[in-house]
Nanobody, 121 residues
Framework: VQLQASGGGLVQAGGSLRLSCAASGRTINSYDMGWFRQAPGKERDFVARISQSGSSTYYADSVKGRFTISRDNAKNTVYLQMSSLKPEDTAVYYC???????????????WGQGTLVTVSS
């Protein structure tokens, strides 16, 4: 499966953005899906994960209550709604398909090109 993230941009602190991850090549309904982010000079960190049906979601503590992951299997797309953004949310955001359980990078694959989110103070 090929994944392409979009929707990033420049936003002021406290603002909102919605990221999209469009899949091609095969359907995503047989995969859990996830979002990660990588700030300059830092490791790629887990943000959120959603189950195949969308009935279960998991979040990093740093984004819990502010970000919402969702999916539309009919559109082969995963979303990340980000609210109450903070400067420390600035990063390149990546979507990926889960090939194993857990919340670490090695549980995921088919990394798409990321989308840059910049939050100004």
């Amino acid at each position: 499966v090929q994944l392409q993230a979009s929707g990033g941009g420049l936003v002021q602190a406290g603002g909102s953005l919605r990221l999209s991850c469009a899949a091609s090549g095969r359907t995503i309904n047989s995969y859990d899906m996830g979002w990660f982010r990588q700030a300059p000079g830092k490791e790629r960190d887990f943000v959120a994960r959603i189950s195949q049906s969308g009935s279960s979601t998991y979040y990093a503590d740093s984004v819990k209550g502010r970000f919402t992951i969702s999916r539309d299997n009919a559109k082969n797309t995963v979303y990340l709604q980000m609210s109450s953004l903070k400067p420390e949310d600035t990063a390149v955001y990546y979507c990926a398909a889960a090939y194993a359980s857990g919340y670490i990078k090695t549980s995921f694959g088919s990394w798409g090109q990321g989308t840059l989110v910049t939050v100004s103070s």
